[in-house]
Every structure is written in structure tokens, then in C-alpha cells.
């Protein structure tokens, strides 16, 4: 069981660092992905070792899966209306506001 | 292999099915009268607010689908603050809709009364599945509401900065939820109260596995209620966004967060901040964060010239001082915390209501075009400074009692054991960075009446907008003159979350 906790947290981990470093949204869309998939692996792989009697693991999973569809699809048509807005999807192009 | 369906009532989540169906109306509604329906949609919109508040009263108390959905007097509570957050932010939304959206009224609309059906399934929910799904439904839509100037570069920044950042919280709030699934064995918040009591002694010397999870629940919760170090999205997002979706995220979604919060940290794991954890409790954690809160807060609020991003820094000090009352897990704790976000419902949408409108008639946002607001609309100028008064918690005016009962509640937990006493800390710091925000607040209230006006504007008394001022108005007084049947209301809260006995 252990293996499965460290290749979620590695996965975790290379998803996080995705979101901080990448320029470009796509990029940072796609390591948000691969944080939601490293909590999948965790929630089946507790499933299956922990709590084996009800399949809520496993629904979470399944619920994350669609939920993260769902958050993927906003996300990519608000990466559109980025796109005709500055004709580029580079972090960079975010200083209107300043922090 | 044996498989029941839980017990199902769909009596009691009557007013999320109906405010579900009425989105839907809204919609349809616009496309059917070929988008030229005009205020109409609106009107529907905020008829099907009224209708779920009173499906809202007439809903009986009960479990309805399993453990997955309860309506107690907490929900009740917070169900009526999202209703009135909505009803609100969408009063304050028709000046948009007739010169900036007005081809698109119907999905603004709809958005913004799912996310509303969001937080509500939220505030039921006692299961961390349903409340995850209830926290997406609450987002998602917001996400796309805070985008929804398509041209504007304003906005579709602050629609990717909170698509990024919320999606971002999501995955550390689940990475969290994950371990405690497997740390306890179950997605049910009050079966897992009872799993982690029962392995107490291993929790004692806590493990590094329930640390790394109350850690990365906090972070999650953390950017949801925009607590620094996880704040810098908000004030972005509130300047970028449409105002009345500023508002609704300040006051709406922020009050999802603090539900979500009080589900999973007290229901959940209440166990983790007794009096034998410390100080590896999650108390200390998160009261770092509400002191930074109030500090940064209200320090960055005093720089700011644009009245949105004033707003949003002060909604980040507002949460600080929210957290201090979450943190005494006593009688009165989570009844002063639903007493202060009721008062700053009001303050907060009828302060963001007045924005919109001086947006709306002007295109500024800065506070200095403000300025000789009170010869030219007087009636906009002395309810903006009601807000802002009430807002730095200025008695007779509602936001005082919100910010004396955090305070109580604060000081009687810190009085009932010393392990506890680094609370007296948070008030006092809480304490003197009220006077801090005096400062910024005033100046609203100097630039509106004492600085010679450059440019005058008189604003418009229109209806649905002046409306929510007018109701902001009244709740900040009258709660403020009359706090206790609120209070009394409030005070059924503790108990359904187990706090004392019921």
C-alpha cells in the first residue's frame, strides 16, 4: 500500500510544482490534472487496503474524475476568451492587476 | 452482493430541487423571449430566490438521503445567507445586465442561483463527498461568472487567476480529505469524529500522516476564505470580476467556505484541537492564519485607491476576525461566527451594491471619483458611510455585535483552559487592527463628504439597486439595535454541530 501513497504524493508533488513553474495555462490546466489523479490513486488504493467494506473510495474517485471534466472544460473556454484577448496563453500576459 | 439504498426524503432538500429547476426557468426563460426579455429575467430570478426562502421555512428538520444530507439549524442558518447573498448580488446586477450583458442575462443569472444551490447542498451536507460536490457547484459557475465581461481583460484575468487558484485549493482540500478518508475509514464526518476518538492514543503523539492532512485541509480552506498566505487571488479577482459577482464571492462563497470549514474541521475533527493535542492542535494553525489575516488585511487595505481592491482586503481582515470566533469551540463560538456573517451580508452587499451602481453610472472605480458623493446623492453617500461604519464595527450599527460576540466567544475559550490562553493574543491583535481599519474605512466616508469634488455625478435612484441598498440598510441598523431574536436563532447553532449538548 505504501507504493501506491508515494506515487500519489510523488505525482502530488509534480503537480504542484506544474502549477507554480509553467507559463503557459494549458500547462498549468494539465498539472492541476495531475494533482486530482494523484488523490484518485490515493482514495482507490486506501480503498482497497483501509476501508474495504462500502466502495466510497472508489465513488470519490469517480465523483473527482468527473468534477475535474467539469473544471477542465470552464477552464479551457476561459483559456480561450484568454487567448482572443492577448493572443497568447503565457502567464506572463496577467500583469493588468498587480499582486 | 448486498447492496440498500439509504433512506430518502426528498422532502427536506425541497428548496435546493426547486432553486435547481428554477435556474433552469431562468435560462429558458431568456432564450424563449429571444433575449429580449429585458429586467424581466431578472425579476424572475430574484421571484425564485423569494420562493425558495419561503419553501426554506415550510422545510421540515431531518436527515434526507442517507448521511449524505441533513437539514439542521446550521444549514437553515447559512441557506438564508446564501438567499440573501444571491438575492442581493443580483439586485445589484440589472445595471450590467441592461448595458453590458444584456445579451447573455439568463446564463449569468442561472449561474449565479446554481452556485447559490451549491452552497446550499454545502451547508447540508455532512459527508465529504457531498460536501466536496456541493464546494465545485458553489465555484464553478463563479468562475465563469467572474469571466463573464468576455472582452474585458480585467475580467477574463480574474477569471483565469480564480479558475486556477480555486482548482488548485480543490486538489490540496482533496489531496487532505483522501488521507483522512484513509485514516479513518469512512467519508462520513460524524462517523469519523467517532473512528479518530476511538484510536485517540495514536493521534496523541500526532503521526506525520493526520498532520500532513489537517495541514493540507487548512491550505485548501485557507484559499477558499482567502486567509493569507493564500490571499493574493482575492484582491485580483474582486477588481477583474463584474461587481455584483465580487460581491456574491465576498459574502456567498466566503460564507461556504466557513461552513465547509466548520464541517470538516469541527464535526470531522474536532478531536484534533482538545485540550490533549496541544499544541499539535489545528487551533494554533489556523490562528496564525487569522492573525495574519487581520494584520495584512487591514494593513494592505490602507494603500489601495481602487474601492474594489479596498473591499477585498477588507474582506480578507473581515475573515481573520470570522476565524477567532471558529476558534472557540464553545457554546457560543459558531453562533457568533453566523452572527458576524450575517451583519457583514448586509454591510458587505449593500457597500458592494453602492459600488456597482457608481460603476455602473460613472465606469470608476476608484475611491477618489467619490469624492462630493454626498451633495449630489445623498441618500447613496449616507448609506455607503452606514456600511463602512458598520463594516469597522462602529456601534449602534451591526457589525459591532458581530465583532463583541467573535470576541467573547474568543475570550470565554481562552479563559476555560490556560492551554487556550494564546487566544487572548488574537483578540488583542484583532483588537488593534479594528482601529486600523477605522482609518481606511473613514477615508471612504472623508473622500464622499469632506473632499472638494472634482468631478460630480449624481447617481440614480433605480430600483432593484437601491432596493439592496435600502435592505442593506435596515439589516445593519436594525440588527445592530436589535441583535438578540438573531442571536437566539443563531444560538440552536453550536448545538447541531455537537458542540454542547442539544
Redesign the interface.
Known amino acids: 500500500m505504501h507504493h501506491y501513497l508515494y506515487l500519489?504524493a510523488i505525482l502530488?508533488a509534480i503537480?504542484?510544482f506544474g502549477?507554480i513553474t509553467r507559463r503557459n495555462?494549458i500547462g498549468?490546466?494539465m498539472s492541476?490534472e495531475l494533482?486530482?489523479n494523484?488523490?484518485n490513486i490515493?482514495?482507490v488504493?486506501?480503498?482497497k487496503f483501509?476501508?474495504t467494506e462500502?466502495l466510497?473510495?472508489q465513488?470519490?474517485a469517480i465523483?473527482?474524475v468527473v468534477?475535474a471534466a467539469?473544471?477542465a472544460t470552464?477552464?479551457l473556454?476561459?483559456?480561450l476568451?484568454?487567448y482572443?484577448?492577448?493572443r497568447g496563453i503565457e502567464t506572463e500576459?496577467?500583469s493588468?492587476?498587480k499582486? | 452482493m448486498d447492496f440498500q439504498l439509504p433512506h430518502v426524503d426528498f422532502r427536506v432538500m425541497a428548496p435546493e430541487l426547486f432553486l435547481f429547476a428554477w435556474a433552469l426557468v431562468v435560462i429558458t426563460f431568456d432564450l424563449g423571449t429571444k433575449r429580449r426579455s429585458g429586467s424581466a429575467t431578472g425579476y424572475v430570478a430574484l421571484l425564485g430566490l423569494v420562493i425558495t426562502g419561503v419553501i426554506l421555512s415550510i422545510t421540515p428538520e431531518g436527515a434526507g438521503f442517507g448521511a449524505m444530507f441533513y437539514n439542521d439549524a446550521g444549514s437553515l442558518f447559512f441557506k438564508v445567507i446564501f438567499l440573501g447573498a444571491a438575492f442581493m448580488a443580483i439586485g445589484s446586477s440589472f445595471g450590467i445586465m441592461e448595458r453590458k450583458i444584456q445579451h447573455h442575462r439568463g446564463e449569468f443569472l442561472g449561474l449565479i442561483l446554481l452556485s447559490t444551490v451549491g452552497m446550499m447542498f454545502l451547508a447540508s451536507s455532512n459527508e465529504?463527498?457531498s460536501l466536496?460536490?456541493g464546494l465545485?457547484l458553489t465555484t464553478?459557475p463563479l468562475?465563469?461568472c467572474a469571466?463573464f465581461f468576455?472582452?474585458n481583460?480585467?475580467s477574463?484575468?480574474?477569471?483565469?487567476?480564480y479558475?486556477?487558484v480555486g482548482?488548485?485549493s480543490?486538489?490540496?482540500l482533496?489531496?487532505g480529505?483522501?488521507?483522512l478518508?484513509?485514516l479513518s475509514?469512512?467519508?462520513d464526518l460524524l462517523q469519523m469524529r467517532v473512528n479518530i476518538a476511538t484510536t485517540h492514543l495514536t493521534f496523541r503523539e500526532i503521526g506525520l500522516l493526520p498532520m500532513l492532512s489537517v495541514v493540507l485541509l487548512v491550505a485548501g480552506l485557507g484559499f477558499k476564505l482567502a486567509l493569507p498566505p493564500f490571499h493574493?487571488w482575492a484582491?485580483?479577482v474582486y477588481?477583474?470580476a463584474p461587481t455584483p459577482v465580487a460581491a456574491f464571492l465576498s459574502v456567498g462563497s466566503k460564507a461556504a467556505g466557513l461552513v465547509a470549514f466548520a464541517k470538516i474541521m469541527i464535526n470531522g475533527l474536532q478531536v484534533f484541537y482538545e485540550d490533549i493535542m496541544a499544541p499539535n492542535d489545528w487551533g494554533l494553525l489556523v490562528g496564525i492564519l487569522a492573525g495574519a489575516a487581520m494584520v495584512w488585511g487591514n494593513v494592505a487595505a490602507v494603500r489601495q485607491t481602487n474601492i474594489k481592491r479596498m473591499l477585498a482586503f477588507s474582506s480578507i481582515a473581515q475573515a481573520g476576525y470570522i476565524m477567532i470566533g471558529m476558534l472557540a469551540l464553545n457554546d457560543i463560538g459558531l453562533s457568533s461566527v453566523s452572527f458576524y456573517m450575517f451583519t457583514y451580508l448586509f454591510a458587505n452587499m449593500g457597500a458592494f451594491a453602492i459600488v456597482a451602481i457608481f460603476e455602473d453610472k460613472t465606469g470608476s472605480t476608484q475611491i477618489k471619483s467619490y469624492s462630493g458623493l454626498a451633495r449630489t446623492s445623498p441618500f447613496y453617500a449616507a448609506s455607503m458611510s452606514v456600511f463602512m461604519l458598520s463594516l469597522a464595527g462602529i456601534p449602534p450599527l451591526a457589525g459591532f455585535f458581530a465583532k463583541y460576540y467573535v470576541f467573547a466567544a474568543a475570550i470565554k475559550m481562552a479563559g476555560s483552559n490556560e492551554i487556550h490562553q494564546w487566544l487572548y493574543w488574537l483578540v488583542g491583535v484583532g483588537l488593534i487592527t479594528s482601529v486600523f481599519a477605522l482609518y481606511y474605512y473613514a477615508n471612504v466616508i472623508k473622500t464622499m463628504y469632506f473632499t472638494p469634488d472634482e468631478s460630480p455625478y449624481k447617481l440614480p435612484l433605480s430600483l432593484p439597486g437601491s432596493a439592496v441598498v435600502l435592505i442593506g440598510l435596515v439589516g445593519v441598523i436594525l440588527f445592530g439595535l436589535m441583535p438578540g431574536p438573531v442571536m437566539d436563532f443563531a444560538s440552536a447553532i453550536p448545538a447541531a454541530f455537537g458542540l454542547i449538548a442539544p
Open positions: 500519489a502530488f503537480g504542484t502549477v495555462v498549468i490546466l492541476l494533482m486530482f494523484a488523490v490515493n482514495l488504493a486506501f480503498n483501509v476501508a462500502p466510497a473510495g465513488l470519490f465523483f473527482i468534477v467539469a473544471e470552464v477552464g473556454a476561459i483559456v476568451l484568454v482572443r484577448n492577448w500576459n496577467f493588468v492587476m499582486w | 465529504l463527498l466536496y460536490i465545485e464553478i468562475f465563469v469571466a468576455k472582452d481583460r480585467l477574463v484575468e480574474a477569471g483565469i487567476k479558475l486556477i482548482a488548485m480543490s486538489a490540496l482533496l489531496y480529505i483522501s488521507f478518508y484513509g475509514g469512512t467519508t493574493q484582491p485580483d477588481e477583474g
